[in-house]
């Protein structure tokens, strides 16, 4: 039979202070704390990163479909415009001219040209400035318009400056072009504004 004199020589004499199960239950405390800690962390990464996912996946694909719409519209009307007969008589007589365009943003540089074989601008939905006068007789892209309808992106748009998607499409007889001119440089940042989301976005 063991006697306290035993336990004493065990180097045990009974239960154990008070302070030992305090400090035990500290311990047991402080690893749960930092399991919950690196688990709720680590949950939170992931909803955070699905949630930001979705939410570009949403601003993407909104961004896509206004954009082929808008590009839709621009070919569209380019290729309407060209087959219109009464399109030859304005090409004669410019101040017939009552063409109208706007491109996805405000205050954007877009315009719809009606472009002579020569490249001077007949008709334009944008004022012409006297320095624009020449058009686009040197511009590379003219030849080809002028026997086939063209979409190109991106190019420099001789009248602005400004990077720009080209949608032409030839006037029938080789008179001239009926030309879209839709500016890059403002589209990503409204549809950045537009179909941003919750989060800063950029659309590159």
């Given amino acids: 039979m063991s006697t306290p004199a035993d336990a004493e020589r065990r180097g045990w004499a009974g239960p154990w202070p008070l302070r030992v199960y305090f400090a035990l239950l500290f311990v047991l405390l402080v690893a749960v704390t930092a399991f919950r800690v690196v688990y709720l962390d680590r949950e939170g990464g992931n909803d955070a990163r699905q949630e930001a996912e979705q939410d570009a996946t949403h601003s993407a694909n909104a961004a896509s479909r206004q954009l082929g719409e808008y590009l839709t519209v621009l070919e569209s009307t380019t290729k309407g415009l060209a087959g219109n007969p009464q399109i030859g008589q304005i090409l004669e007589m410019p101040e017939q001219c009552t063409l109208t365009f706007s491109g996805i943003g405000e205050g954007d540089r877009s315009h719809l040209d009606l472009v002579r074989a020569d490249g ?41 400056g400004a990077q720009v998607v080209l949608s032409a499409t030839p006037i029938p007889g080789g008179r001239g072009v009926v030309a879209g001119f839709a500016e890059l440089t403002s589209m990503a940042p409204t549809l950045a504004a537009q179909h941003g989301g919750r989060r800063p976005s950029e659309f590159l």
């Fill in 120 to 160: 001077t601008v007949a008709c334009s939905s944008r004022p012409v400035a006297a320095s624009e006068r020449e058009g686009y007789g040197e511009a590379d892209w003219l030849r080809r318009a002028l026997r086939e309808p063209l979409l190109l992106a991106p190019i420099r748009d001789a009248r602005t």
